[in-house]
């Protein structure tokens, strides 16, 4: 046993130390060795802290307040060609998924009629659970039935039919011959609606896009998914619209039987819309929403546009791989959507 030494006394040997002594310096150094201990292991958490942090590769972006998943090319099913653009409401930057593919301008073929039905209700609302105007259909529309460049629907001059109605023969089986009538309607002739189209393009900040027709026949009429996902934001916005475009079919009084949506993915992986286009310029090209709930249970919108998928093939190829790649996309961004809280979480 070493010698004890107490200031400012003579060292004392071990049988010579007052036990109030030992029990005082037993005390001071249990004490200092608790605070040692507490300090290493702070700067043990810090250390782990900081390395859980900063460690690469760990989905943490600048702003976001955690974890963002895995948004990678490798993690979402992005299609090889064309070019791709998605959002996912709701969940601040990270849902901004972002855009695949060169964003220049191609030709949109019948995803042009999504704009034709913005500004149509922009100019005539239609309000949650209406029918809006009653139009009568031109001789034009009606000579244009049977038209065999594009998709049609057979209807008679002088028939009676509700904006509704016509928003769903025009959207649902891609009637070009309604779309061209809607636009007459709207602005006395389709030059004059097409000029609105391109303003109100001009408006929602869509600088990479060209309306030059109100069907989408006309191949000079371009945009980008960029451009078309700010479109998609905004008109899935209005109720009528999103009502239309997810029903499957629909019966008009005066058309025969029923017509049918030509966007085939819905009621799958949460698809609820929007609109198919499809041309041998264009390829296969397709604007669609769905729902996807989060890891908290909350539904969120999902908005993607897929454009220029096997372009130069035939019409009916072109909107397959459109369909297929778009399914597969969806599917993947819902398997995300499921790892993510709300935003800043």
């Known amino acids: 046993m070493c010698p004890v030494t107490v200031p400012g006394k003579p060292e004392l040997r071990p049988d010579q130390v007052p036990p109030s002594l030992v029990r005082s310096r037993l005390r001071r150094a249990l004490r200092s060795r608790l605070v040692a201990s507490c300090a290493a292991g702070a700067v043990a958490l810090t250390t782990l802290v900081v390395l859980a942090v900063v460690r690469p590769g760990d989905g943490v972006r600048p702003g976001d307040g955690g974890p963002a998943g895995p948004v990678s090319p490798k993690s979402l099913a992005w299609p090889a060609d064309g070019q791709t653009s998605i959002h996912v409401e709701g969940l601040g930057a990270r849902g901004e998924l972002g855009s695949r593919g060169a964003q220049k301008p191609v030709p949109l073929a019948s995803v042009t009629k999504v704009m034709t039905a913005y500004v149509i209700l922009r100019d005539h609302p239609i309000p949650p659970g209406g029918s809006g105007a009653r139009v009568t259909v031109d001789a034009q529309a009606g000579q244009e039935s049977s038209l065999g460049a594009e998709s049609t629907v057979a209807v008679e001059a002088g028939q009676r039919l509700t904006e509704r109605q016509l928003l769903e ?48 026949i006309v191949p000079t009429t371009v945009s980008t ?6 479109l998609a934001r905004k008109v899935m916005r209005d109720a009528v619209f ?38 041998t310029p264009a390829g296969g090209n397709l604007m669609w929403a769905a729902t996807a709930p989060d890891r908290d249970g909350h539904e969120r919108l999902v908005l993607g546009v897929v454009l220029h998928q096997e372009a130069g093939t035939s019409s009916q190829q072109g909107l397959d791989a459109a369909l297929a790649t778009s399914g597969a996309l969806v599917a993947s961004v819902r398997r995300w959507v499921a790892t993510t809280g709300p935003a800043g979480r």
């Open 225 to 230: 998914s960029e451009d078309q996902l700010m």
């Open 242 to 279: 999103r009502s239309v475009v997810a029903e499957r079919d629909a019966t008009v009084p005066g058309v025969s039987g029923k017509v049918h949506n030509t966007n085939t993915l819905l009621g799958e992986n949460g698809v609820i819309g929007v609109k198919t286009g499809s041309s």
């Open 169 to 216: 023969l025009m959207l649902l089986p891609s009637a070009g011959n309604i779309a061209r009538m809607l636009a007459r309607w709207d602005a006395g002739s389709e030059e004059a609606f097409v000029r609105k189209m391109n303003r109100a393009a001009h408006g929602l900040g869509m600088t990479n896009t060209t309306y030059a027709d109100s069907s989408g």
